[in-house]
């Protein structure tokens, strides 16, 4: 269900815009003049043909996505866009969820040679250029139980500040209200075999989940090189973990045994509740500063993401700075054999010098992909893409295929597979999670 505070920042959105569009009404002009509700719906079933690790996973799991979008703009150019988002999962009760996307109020005008904008509420903020792994986009968190691939991002509370001029564009945003990373239920496949106890958070922050957060970014072009420069300070989006022992069965999966009466107590046996361990997550203060840059020259692309943050938790739990980063590039073949199709082949190495004591997939691996657009009336678009570890054995292999099937119907097909994950890597309980995915898409 919503939080409360987002809810609440929802109406006040809906008011404020009401209050600020009243004196365009009231001299005579029309008001909101352009109003539009768009969005999709649809049904998607996930399947893992192997079977599962824990008792309570599945091998199938179906449900829905509503993802509406409302539009108002009033004829000072002043706008109101919301966007939530819902999902129910027929198998893990953590995957059904609610999100407020987005639910802005933007305002925009001239200063100087340049033009600012402001946004109030909720939003999501995208940086980065590279394919693999969104290194530098750290402002917004990520809804990890959409997606293993960490790329679909929460909204976030925030005031958005943008300049932009000749010399560049200037980003500035003040956020509160920290938003916690969501992880697979008990129910759940790709999760590990303790489960993440969300109800348990934990921040170093003596202000919690509302300590202020700041964030900057500066970007230009100059002739073919496009850069940008950011800066991070506040609670961190990724967490590290703890370990409760005794914390009791995880919410949603009470776990019993039947207990025998002692001596002296009459009566049937009954159910006893067993400890169960369990995760829970820990957000520290950390601080990063991000570079990413691409040059485009023709059809070839070279791209980099790095990053240096310090306050962040290693894989041991001990704080540590380190340096990451992204290298690579991406080559198109236009009007592939005399046709409308263009085929883009990626490649890009990643790195992080934690090396084993890094908290993701990421440590020395090589991501390669290719990219088949037909360019056709249907808008039909295929990905085949492989991460492999270059320290280790372990590959992970993706397909993703997209095609309009009518006007306002799409079909999206999906697979994930996971290989050779060694025994002592970060990520061996999701040897059996490798799955195929398959959604249809309604747009209105």
Same mark, same amino acid.
């Given at each position: 269900?919503?939080?409360?505070?987002?809810?609440?920042?929802?109406?006040?959105?809906?008011?404020?815009?009401?209050?600020?569009?009243?004196?365009?009404?009231?001299?005579?002009?029309? &008001?909101?003049?352009?109003?539009?509700?768009?969005?999709?719906?649809?049904?998607?079933?996930?399947?893992?043909? !192997? +079977?599962?690790?824990?008792?309570?996973?599945?091998?199938?799991?179906?449900?829905?996505?509503?993802?509406?979008?409302?539009?108002? #703009?009033?004829?000072?150019?002043?706008?109101?866009?919301?966007?939530?988002?819902?999902?129910?999962?027929?198998?893990?009760?953590?995957? +059904?969820?609610?999100?407020?996307?987005? *639910?802005?109020?933007?305002?925009? =005008?001239?200063? =100087?040679?340049?033009?600012?904008?402001?946004?109030?509420?909720?939003?999501?903020?995208?940086?980065?250029?590279?394919?693999?792994?969104?290194?530098?986009?750290?402002?917004?968190?990520?809804?990890?139980?959409?997606?293993?691939?960490?790329?679909?991002?929460?909204?976030?509370?925030?005031?958005?500040?943008?300049?932009?001029?000749?010399? =560049?564009?200037? #980003?500035?945003?003040?956020?509160?209200?920290?938003?916690?990373?969501?992880?697979?239920?008990?129910?759940?496949?790709?999760?590990?075999?303790?489960?993440?106890?969300?109800?348990?958070?934990?921040?170093?922050?003596?202000?919690?989940?509302?300590?202020?957060?700041?964030? @900057?970014?500066?970007?230009?072009?100059?002739?073919?090189?496009?850069?940008? @420069?950011?800066?991070?300070?506040?609670?961190?989006? #990724?967490?590290?973990? &703890?370990?409760?022992?005794?914390?009791?069965?995880?919410? &949603?999966?009470?776990?019993?045994?039947?207990?025998?009466? /002692?001596?002296?107590? %009459?009566?049937?046996?009954? %159910?006893?509740?067993?400890?169960?361990?369990?995760?829970? %997550?820990?957000?520290?203060?950390?601080?990063?500063? /991000?570079?990413? @840059?691409?040059?485009?020259?023709?059809?070839?692309?070279?791209?980099? #993401?790095?990053?240096?943050?310090?306050?962040?938790?290693?894989?041991?739990?001990?704080?540590?700075?380190?340096?990451?980063?992204?290298?690579?590039? $991406?080559?198109?073949?236009?009007?592939?054999?005399? +046709?409308? *199709?263009?085929? +883009?082949?990626?490649?890009?190495?990643? !790195?992080?010098?934690?090396?084993?004591?890094?908290?993701?997939?990421?440590?020395?691996?090589?991501?390669?992909?290719?990219?088949?657009?037909?360019?056709?009336?249907?808008?039909? $678009?295929?990905?085949?893409?492989?991460?492999?570890?270059?320290?280790?054995?372990?590959?992970?292999? =993706?397909?993703?295929?997209? !095609?309009?099937?009518?006007?306002?119907?799409?079909?999206?097909?999906?697979?994930?597979?996971?290989?050779?994950?060694?025994?002592?890597?970060?990520?061996?309980?999701?040897?059996?999670?490798?799955?195929?995915?398959?959604?249809?898409?309604?747009?209105?």
């Amino acid at each position: 269900m919503p939080s409360r505070a987002l809810v609440r920042l929802l109406w006040f959105g809906v008011c404020l815009l009401g209050v600020a569009m009243r004196p365009a009404a009231s001299s005579g002009q029309a &008001g909101i003049y352009d109003i539009d509700l768009s969005g999709r719906l649809a049904a998607e079933s996930r399947w893992f043909p !192997r +079977t599962a690790l824990f008792q309570g996973q599945g091998s199938h799991a179906s449900g829905f996505v509503v993802e509406p979008n409302l539009y108002l #703009e009033d004829e000072a150019g002043r706008i109101l866009n919301v966007t939530p988002y819902f999902r129910y999962d027929s198998a893990d009760d953590r995957r +059904t969820h609610f999100d407020l996307r987005e *639910a802005y109020l933007l305002f925009s =005008g001239a200063l =100087g040679n340049g033009e600012w904008e402001l946004r109030l509420g909720v939003d999501r903020v995208f940086w980065g250029v590279v394919e693999s792994r969104h290194l530098v986009d750290i402002v917004n968190q990520i809804d990890l139980v959409e997606h293993p691939d960490e790329k679909t991002r929460m909204g976030q509370p925030m005031a958005y500040v943008t300049w932009s001029s000749d010399w =560049g564009v200037v #980003e500035l945003l003040g956020m509160s209200y920290h938003r916690k990373r969501t992880f697979p239920g008990s129910d759940g496949r790709l999760r590990a075999s303790v489960v993440v106890d969300n109800d348990r958070v934990e921040y170093e922050s003596e202000s919690g989940k509302w300590h202020p957060d700041f964030a @900057a970014r500066y970007s230009h072009t100059l002739g073919l090189l496009d850069f940008g @420069a950011s800066v991070f300070d506040g609670t961190a989006r #990724e967490p590290s973990f &703890g370990l409760c022992l005794d914390c009791g069965s995880p919410p &949603g999966s009470p776990v019993t045994v039947t207990g025998t009466p /002692g001596p002296g107590s %009459p009566g049937p046996p009954v %159910p006893v509740p067993v400890p169960v361990p369990v995760l829970y %997550p820990v957000y520290h203060q950390i601080r990063q500063f /991000g570079l990413d @840059a691409q040059w485009t020259t023709g059809s070839l692309l070279l791209k980099m #993401e790095a990053i240096r943050r310090s306050g962040a938790r290693n894989l041991a739990g001990v704080e540590e700075t380190f340096n990451a980063f992204v290298l690579g590039g $991406e080559y198109t073949f236009f009007s592939l054999w005399n +046709t409308d *199709a263009d085929l +883009t082949l990626f490649a890009e190495w990643n !790195r992080d010098e934690r090396g084993r004591r890094a908290t993701n997939f990421y440590e020395n691996d090589l991501f390669a992909a290719l990219r088949l657009m037909l360019n056709d009336v249907q808008g039909t $678009e295929m990905t085949v893409s492989v991460l492999h570890d270059l320290d280790k054995r372990q590959r992970i292999y =993706g397909f993703e295929l997209a !095609r309009r099937l009518s006007d306002v119907v799409s079909l999206d097909l999906g697979a994930v597979a996971i290989t050779n994950i060694d025994r002592d890597d970060l990520y061996y309980d999701l040897r059996q999670d490798s799955f195929v995915q398959l959604g249809i898409n309604y747009h209105f």
